[in-house]
């Protein structure tokens, strides 16, 4: 089942490509506000750490649509009355929302990195912290999506519950992208935390949103 | 302990019960917040460094105390209101929630006013504190996912994976001060030994402490009761007039 998810997902991913490409567009402009707001000077040396700043509001844009169209149209029914654990569903979805955002976001970092004056040694550290640290984005993510399926004010409500539990990975990445000694270590262990924790809670979450 | 908690699922005996422990718990408050003020305030010495702000430190820690074990306490309702579907662990977990919030907000504020005169400044952003607002957002976000569904039960279970998902955050806020170093002091009361405290401030503390436990307890059994009531109000309204 979860080989079949991941495969349909990125099919619809790779045709429809809209929506997580707006994500990363935002992430783009976002970055760029910071230095023309802060004038170019301030901007610059306001450091890596905006670029996770704006990388976790990305990440929650892109988190409304996880599994509200699978909610909409009964494919989360039929995915929950299977006999396989849910939980394998919410792992392909989180994989193919990871290729789909993270993995892009951890590409592009280097190039904003570069544009905000950062040391060109720094870069690969920067594309590597993304690449640690975006998993966990995405899994805490996936819970708080799965908890507001159906909600009212969905994804307003989205960002309140899922924003003070991406603190962490906020000062960690941040600190792994400046090169702090050990903040690497612990961003992975964030997101190998977030890994075991946080799609079990998601497909709780799904289940009880699917068996009302 | 499992058949009491079975026994007090039925809302008439849990309202019979609550009704005569609350007049004990509420005055048991009353009485530990009078003493505990005087003793706190007047009867305590002052800190040789801090002078008389150290009594701050008499409403900060109790608040701080109970904003972290109100928060267990919503978990370990949480956690039996999905394993076991005991009706009165959610509800329990429900009312905890605002008190949780209020004493967090407390934990802060006077954390922040005693921050100015002992380190020199309002905030910081070091573990401790961080940690603790995230506590405060987690609690503001637990009551928002509750008044967010139309259906009572979706709202329960949503809020009850939350609270469950947000107890991470505790183990970070207790030993936050011990993992990282910090401007925030490192526990000084419950550690293995003795407590690094002269008996004089520790025995006012302990009994603002409990003054800050029986308020808890009692601002919860009344909200209980009052969302009980409610329940027992809408069921009326459902039944057919004789």
Same mark, same amino acid.
């Given at each position: 089942?979860?080989?079949?998810?991941?495969?349909?997902?990125?099919?619809?991913?790779?045709?429809?490509?809209?929506?997580?490409?707006?994500?990363?567009?935002?992430?783009?402009?976002?970055?760029?506000?910071?230095?023309?707001?802060?004038?170019?000077?301030?901007?610059?040396?306001?450091?890596?750490?905006?670029?996770?700043?704006?990388?976790?509001?990305?990440?929650?844009?892109?988190?409304?649509?996880?599994?509200?169209?699978?909610?909409?149209?009964?494919?989360?029914?039929?995915?929950?009355?299977?006999?396989?654990?849910?939980?394998?569903?919410?792992?392909?979805?989180?994989?193919?929302?990871?290729?789909?955002?993270?993995?892009?976001?951890?590409?592009?970092?280097?190039?904003?990195?570069?544009?905000?004056?950062?040391?060109?040694?720094?870069?690969?550290?920067?594309?590597?912290?993304?690449?640690?640290?975006?998993?966990?984005?995405?899994?805490?993510?996936?819970?708080?999506?799965?908890?507001?399926?159906?909600?009212?004010?969905?994804?307003?409500?989205?960002?309140?519950?899922?924003?003070?539990?991406?603190?962490?990975?906020?000062?960690?990445?941040?600190?792994?992208?400046?090169?702090?000694?050990?903040?690497?270590?612990?961003?992975?262990?964030?997101?190998?935390?977030?890994?075991?924790?946080?799609?079990?809670?998601?497909?709780?979450?799904?289940?009880?949103?699917?068996?009302? | 302990?499992?058949?009491?908690?079975?026994?007090?699922?039925?809302?008439?005996?849990?309202?019979?019960?609550?009704?005569?422990?609350?007049?004990?718990?509420?005055?048991?408050?009353?009485?530990?917040?009078?003493?505990?003020?005087?003793?706190?305030?007047?009867?305590?010495?002052?800190?040789?460094?801090?002078?008389?702000?150290?009594?701050?430190?008499?409403?900060?820690?109790?608040?701080?105390?109970?904003?972290?074990?109100?928060?267990?306490?919503?978990?370990?309702?949480?956690?039996?209101?999905?394993?076991?579907?005991?009706?009165?662990?959610?509800?329990?977990?429900?009312?905890?929630?605002?008190?949780?919030?209020?004493?967090?907000?407390?934990?802060?504020?006077?954390?922040?006013?005693?921050?100015?005169?002992?380190?020199?400044?309002? +905030? @910081?952003?070091?573990?401790? %504190?961080?940690?603790?607002? !995230? /506590?405060?957002?987690?609690?503001?976000?637990?009551? *928002? $996912?509750?008044?967010?569904?139309?259906?009572?039960?979706?709202?329960?279970?949503?809020?009850?994976?939350?609270?469950?998902?947000?107890?991470?955050?505790?183990?970070?806020?207790?030993?936050?001060?011990?993992?990282?170093?910090?401007?925030?002091?490192?526990?000084?009361?419950?550690?293995?030994?003795?407590?690094?405290?002269?008996?004089?401030?520790?025995?006012?503390?302990?009994?603002?402490?409990?003054?800050?436990?029986?308020? +808890? @307890?009692?601002?919860?059994? %009344?909200?209980?009761?009052? !969302? /009980?009531?409610?329940?027992?109000?809408?069921?009326? *309204? $459902?039944?057919?007039?004789?």
């Amino acid at each position: 089942m979860f080989l079949a998810v991941l495969g349909r997902d990125l099919v619809l991913a790779g045709r429809q490509g809209g929506e997580s490409g707006l994500a990363l567009l935002f992430f783009v402009l976002g970055a760029v506000l910071f230095p023309l707001g802060l004038g170019p000077e301030r901007g610059m040396q306001a450091g890596l750490g905006l670029l996770w700043v704006v990388a976790l509001l990305a990440a929650l844009l892109s988190l409304e649509r996880l599994f509200r169209a699978d909610w909409e149209d009964g494919a989360l029914d039929l995915l929950a009355a299977r006999p396989e654990p849910l939980v394998a569903a919410v792992l392909a979805k989180c994989a193919v929302h990871w290729l789909a955002t993270g993995l892009p976001m951890a590409v592009i970092a280097p190039l904003l990195g570069s544009m905000l004056a950062a040391p060109s040694e720094r870069l690969g550290l920067l594309a590597l912290s993304f690449l640690v640290g975006t998993p966990a984005l995405t899994l805490i993510g996936a819970a708080g999506a799965a908890l507001t399926l159906g909600a009212r004010l969905g994804g307003v409500l989205t960002a309140i519950l899922v924003l003070p539990l991406y603190i962490p990975v906020l000062i960690f990445g941040a600190a792994a992208a400046e090169g702090r000694e050990g903040a690497l270590a612990l961003l992975a262990a964030m997101s190998l935390t977030a890994l075991a924790l946080a799609p079990a809670a998601a497909a709780a979450a799904l289940r009880h949103a699917v068996e009302q | 302990m499992a058949r009491h908690l079975h026994r007090l699922a039925n809302p008439g005996r849990f309202r019979r019960a609550a009704e005569r422990v609350l007049p004990w718990t509420a005055g048991t408050s009353v009485v530990a917040f009078i003493a505990g003020l005087w003793l706190a305030l007047v009867a305590s010495p002052i800190d040789y460094q801090q002078k008389d702000s150290v009594r701050i430190m008499y409403v900060h820690v109790p608040a701080a105390w109970m904003a972290l074990s109100t928060y267990a306490i919503m978990a370990l309702g949480s956690a039996g209101a999905l394993i076991w579907r005991h009706p009165l662990a959610e509800l329990a977990a429900r009312a905890s929630a605002a008190p949780g919030a209020c004493f967090t907000l407390i934990a802060l504020v006077t954390g922040s006013l005693w921050g100015l005169p002992t380190w020199g400044t309002w +905030w @910081v952003w070091d573990a401790r %504190l961080t940690s603790v607002l !995230v /506590l405060l957002f987690l609690y503001i976000g637990y009551m *928002a $996912l509750w008044r967010a569904f139309d259906e009572p039960r979706r709202a329960g279970r949503a809020a009850a994976v939350l609270a469950l998902v947000g107890a991470v955050n505790l183990p970070i806020v207790k030993f936050s001060v011990d993992w990282w170093s910090t401007l925030h002091q490192p526990a000084s009361v419950s550690r293995f030994g003795a407590p690094a405290m002269d008996p004089t401030m520790l025995r006012p503390l302990l009994v603002m402490y409990a003054a800050f436990l029986f308020f +808890w @307890v009692t601002v919860l059994l %009344l909200r209980l009761r009052a !969302v /009980l009531a409610e329940r027992r109000l809408a069921a009326l *309204a $459902l039944q057919p007039p004789p």
